[in-house]
């Protein structure tokens, strides 16, 4: 009892100190990951990287999670949320349920959830319009592609995994209406997003069929894609993060999702007392999605290619050509 | 469908059984000498563990194969001790060790290299070459170990014996030989085996270790061994059914056949399964494991 009394005045006073002293908010961010895991060199490494930077220069340092499970997300976000941290960065639209719930359970905690729409007066939700990006790269790879053969490789078999799909065969039959493409998917659960060996095998078999470049948006599994693509001579494209440096030259280029700096606009809004609930679309327009252009993946990308990719961006943002949207209608109509 | 895409499909079908039948073999002999082996998962996960680490920090696959016999011949030894030695409960050992080595890697994974659990991608030299057809060493080693096998429970005395062992080990003993050498003999061949099982997965199919990456090999490669009735060459029939399967899964995706459209991802994924549980419940008839699996042998005083 006495201990409890002991802890009670000790953490009044800690909180007075921190109300008294410190003018600019500071805060305890926490990040939960989803399956796949923080070093999955894609989606969830992009989120790590934006956490690492906002370290690096407020010198705050976060709390993360990574969860192995369905069932440790709810675990996780609620274990977060009552030990005081906030802003929660969710990442990954499978987080949306548990998220919700939580949410709800926890008013006063902002949370942030990557890649789903959850509608709460707590929680800001950050999407991507993906499929501006994927045009890009199908249009990259139409060209770049000799056999008119192109593949994709999709992790968990989902609408958002289908609207990388869609815009990317949209991309590259802009280029080359002729052009065949191969789709595969790899799974129909969490795991897909982390299965390399599936993945390299998906990949061979696009490559056995004649594709020369293949593009994956698989998080874990896209390291056996590419390991796949460099292995045989081809090219692959990566996502998310950018990861022409995996196999330089032999990597295409990559789909820029930017969740990096969702995380850290999080990170710092909240900070600064701005963060905002509500839903953020981050497209083209707002640099939340792009393609790589490195010293790793110059020589493949010639300044036709360029030009064309830069044209074919304006050319959207513009809103002269629309990119379809799978997620708007269930449908892809290529 | 054209003879290239049907070798291709054998070729993939070849490469992913390769880990199977290591597995199943392993099993094999455990069994056969009345040792229950529920422990190849944890095997050759850190045979898997063990083979990227040290093919990483040498750059030499061969060295990273000879890591993954080890350390899993080390796990094996401890389900031998606890079963042989000790008597113990086979299926309770077997369970600790796949929970002992799914922890462990994960764990020793991220002290040393600080990526999850995960190790770096693995290049060159540090991996299995593939040498024709899709195919790496393994799986010429692969199917030498099925002949071996399958040449060793008929002819040799210590197949034999290993067979007597697990069929009736009071009148091993009775004969006068050493029951507990026997069935240790049986345990560390086993480990040796998942220790392949393990390097083909992290050097050869992946390019690296991944917490997990077993991903239920081990138990798959147990109902392969029930299903060939612990038998050498219906094992590798077997697996390398198992292994079509899924490269089959693979190649029909996204394929629209005639007459029926393209077939839903779903129900592409769950054919291998679909078919396991038909064969297992149609056409196999009665499968009769050794009478003494599972029980520890205690001599009559």
Known sequence: MRALVLRLAFSAVASLASVGLAPAQTIKPAIVYDLGGKFDKSFNEGVYQGAEQFKKVTGIDYRDFEIQNDAQREQALRRFARDGFSPIVAVGFSQATALEKVAKEFPNTKFTLIDMVVNAPNVQSVVFKEQEGSYLVGLLAAMASKTGKVGFVGG?????????????????????????????????????????????ELAKSQIDRGADVVYHAAGGTGIGVLRATADAGKLGIGVDSNQNGMHPGKVLTSMLKRVDVATLTSFSDAKDGKWKPGVLVLGLNEKGVDWALDEHNKALITPAMKAAADKAAAAIVSGTVKVHDYMSDGKCPL | MDALALLQIIESGLRLSVPLIFACLAGLWSEKSGIVDIGLEGKMLIAAFAAAVAAFLTGQAWIGVLAAVFASTLLGLLHGFASISQRGNQIISGVALNMLAAGLTALLGNVIFKQGGRS??????????????GQSAMTILAISAVLLTALALARTRFGLRVRAAGENPAAVDNAGASLTRLRYGAVILAGILCGFAGATLSLGQAAGFLPMMTAGQGFVALAALIFAKWRAWPAFWTCLLFGLLDAVAIRLQGVSLPGIGAIPVQAIQALPYLFTIVLLAGFMGRAVPPRAAGQPYVKER
Not at chain 1, 163 to 180: E, I, L, M, T, W
């Open chain 2, 120 to 133: 770096p991608p693995l290049d060159g030299a540090a991996r299995l070459p593939e040498l024709a057809l």
């Open chain 1, 156 to 200: 968990m078999d989902i609408p958002l995994i289908r609207r990388f799909a869609c815009s990317y065969v949209q991309g590259v039959k802009a280029a080359n209406p002729a052009a065949d493409v191969f789709q595969n998917m790899t799974g129909t659960t969490g795991a897909a997003w982390n299965d390399p060996v599936k993945g390299a």
